[in-house]
């Protein structure tokens, strides 16, 4: 099941192979969403030609980099509590310098520098090519810190080291930051204003994860759906572009399939959808190339209209039906997600229940879904009052993922019988001699390894299931291979 946070990657440190004329150690942890781990390849690939090695051993490191989330409050402690953890490490061996990434620099920079001095550096999002300036600044004993949100970094130029990869999937960014102003969301205020990456630098990756041997790719973005390129900037610039611009500009659809003609054997994959900019066009492309995976990631965050306007969602319920019906009718096959958020400010029980009978009417495949966590400087921390009690807000999070547990295996049961392409992604977590892979809906399938290898496509017979996992038997290669 892809996970928009994974609780069992949270805090992965990432290692990759060594550069020998390195002579320094890098200590990189990640949290959050899979942008932030994939910002951690940039971040490695930026400081390997600094002359740093990755390590996984923290006290042999002479940088400690911690790349942080911010999207609710536990992620934060989780994180506050690594740093106090890395400062006590710190004491014993003086030359090793910390440093904080990603979400919680803008935030936090004068707190953790400046009152509490746990960290060395703060680095934003958008300043990761700033980095080998920053770390000559604390080489010399200084704090550095660069937050500075852009309009135009895409990093498009910087090719990702794969940290701990399986050598058969990746993600590619292909949009940064986020203009949809949702009321309970951070993400605008930490990784900054919407903005698209040339589709030419996005096939040129895709094409050289081909030739490594990769097999499958996930297009990343806040808000896939929304990708624009004209030739660089904001999105929300759009209208003051030059006719020509607009003329050649490349939508999502158009990137999509640009990316599944480059590599017709590749598996591609995307998200996250937001449901007020996923296009008809985009449902079609899908439907046009078979090496676009049968799968969508389509938050909804609730089922109620007012909560839904409150969250400044800008759908109804009935108009994320339409778009459920559309999916249904041209990609009858296609697995569909939700994110759900549980106790809104000002949610009733009357709004809670449309949340459960959205689920009930679309019966996701799989769910990701939160109790609601005020974010400081969000519309919703200064306008609303945090007014659900925490133990409503857990109640209905649990009414919540046991109707999507329900689901998951109402899902899962309509795969028995079938026979099934799987991509191997390398062993079971339970069993050393079953493999595991997902299939197109990206559901996790699990079979018996025989002489099959990881990178291998495979027709799986499915024979039995859980409410997330498809148990089978191989029966043999499939075309793709
Ligand atoms: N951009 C995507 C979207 O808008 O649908 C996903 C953004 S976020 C990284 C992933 C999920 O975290 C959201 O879809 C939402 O369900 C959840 N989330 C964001 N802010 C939250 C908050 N303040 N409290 C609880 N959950 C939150």
């Given amino acids: ?61 002479d940088l400690v980099l911690v790349n942080t989330c911010s999207i609710r409050e536990k992620a934060e402690t989780t994180v506050r509590k690594r740093l106090e953890k890395f400062n006590a490490v710190k004491k014993t061996k003086p030359h090793m310098k910390v440093g904080v990434l990603g979400c919680m620099a803008e935030r936090l920079k004068d707190k953790l520098l400046e009152e509490e001095k746990i960290v060395d550096m703060v680095v934003g999002p958008d300043a990761y090519k700033d980095l080998p300036n920053l770390i000559q600044e604390i080489d010399e004993g200084r704090n550095a810190v660069n937050v500075i949100l852009s309009k135009d970094e895409t990093y498009g130029d910087v090719a990702p080291v794969r940290l701990n990869s399986n050598g058969v999937t990746a993600f590619v960014s292909i949009t940064r930051g986020c203009d949809n102003m949702c009321t309970f969301c951070v993400v605008p205020f930490t990784r900054g204003r919407e903005r698209s990456r040339d589709p ?11 030739k490594k041997g ?41 990137l999509l399939e640009m990316v599944a003609l480059a590599q017709p054997k590749m598996r591609i994959r995307f998200s996250t959808s937001n449901p007020q900019d996923m296009t008809l066009d985009v449902i079609k492309t899908m439907a046009k190339h078979d090496n676009i995976c049968n799968y969508i990631h389509l938050p909804v965050q609730s089922g109620s209209n007012r909560i839904l306007k409150a969250m400044n969602r800008l759908h109804t319920r009935e108009e994320y039906f339409d778009l459920i019906a559309n999916i249904r009718r041209i990609l ?106 997902r299939n197109s809906q990206n559901t996790v399938v699990v079979f018996p390894k025989e002489n099959y290898h990881v990178g291998d496509f495979v027709n799986v017979k499915i024979n039995e299931c859980t409410s997330a996992t498809l148990i089978g038997e191989a029966i043999g290669y499939t075309a793709n291979n």
């Avoid at 890098?26 to 030609?49: H, P, R, T, W």
């Fill in 332 to 437: 009858p096959d296609c697995a569909i997600s939700q994110d759900m958020i549980s106790g809104f400010p000002t949610e009733t029980e009357e709004d809670h229940k449309d949340t459960l009978s959205l689920m009930e009417y679309v019966k996701y495949d799989f769910g990701f879904m939160f109790a609601y966590s005020e974010r400081p400087g969000t519309l919703a921390a200064r306008k609303l009052k945090d007014d659900i009690p925490e133990e409503t807000k857990k109640r209905r999070l649990r009414e919540i993922i046991d109707l999507q547990q329900k689901h998951g295996l109402y899902r899962t049961q309509q795969h028995l019988g079938k026979i099934e392409e799987v991509l191997i992604e390398g062993s079971s977590k339970k069993s050393e001699v079953h493999w595991m892979g």
């Fill in 214 to 254: 990769f097999k499958e790719v996930t297009l990343l973005g806040q808000n896939v759906d929304s990708y624009l390129w004209y030739g660089g900037g904001l999105k929300k610039e759009f209208e003051k572009a030059s006719e020509i611009q607009k003329a050649t500009a490349v939508n999502f659809a158009g």
């Fill in 200 to 210: 030419l630098s996005i096939v040129a990756e895709v094409n050289d994860l081909w």
């Fill in 1 to 61: 099941m892809e996970k928009v946070i994974d609780e069992s990657v949270q805090g992965n440190t990432l290692t990759l192979e060594s550069n020998q004329g390195n002579t320094r150690k890098l200590y990189i942890e990640s949290y959050g969403c899979q942008m932030n781990f994939s910002d951690s390849e940039i971040v490695a690939s930026i400081l390997s030609k600094q002359g740093f090695n990755t390590t996984n051993v923290l006290e042999e490191a």
